[in-house]
């Protein structure tokens, strides 16, 4: 998704936020979805902190004294 337009990222989201039917799925499944959400949501984390890393360097080099 790497320069995508905004359009394209809201447009997205509908799949990406798809809620999954859980009824069907029993507890060992459940938990295994968790973990999968988990991962998801600490690979996005990741992701936030480079991105504040990579930023916090451009504005320490471009900070006027």
Same mark, same amino acid.
């Given at each position: 998704?790497?320069? *995508? *337009?905004?359009? $394209? #990222?809201? @447009?997205? *989201? %509908?799949?990406?936020?798809? /809620?999954?039917?859980? $009824?069907?799925?029993?507890v060992d499944?459940?938990?295994?979805? #968790?973990e &999968?959400? /988990?991962?998801? #949501?600490? =690979?996005?984390?990741? &992701?936030?902190? =480079?991105k @504040?890393?990579?930023? @916090? %360097? %451009? $504005? *320490?080099?471009? /900070?006027? /004294?």
């Amino acid at each position: 998704m790497r320069g *995508a *337009a905004p359009e $394209d #990222i809201c @447009s997205n *989201a %509908a799949v990406r936020l798809t /809620k999954l039917l859980l $009824d069907p799925l029993g507890v060992d499944e459940l938990r295994e979805y #968790i973990e &999968e959400l /988990k991962t998801e #949501i600490a =690979r996005v984390e990741t &992701e936030m902190t =480079r991105k @504040s890393s990579h930023r @916090s %360097a %451009a $504005d *320490a080099f471009f /900070k006027t /004294k």
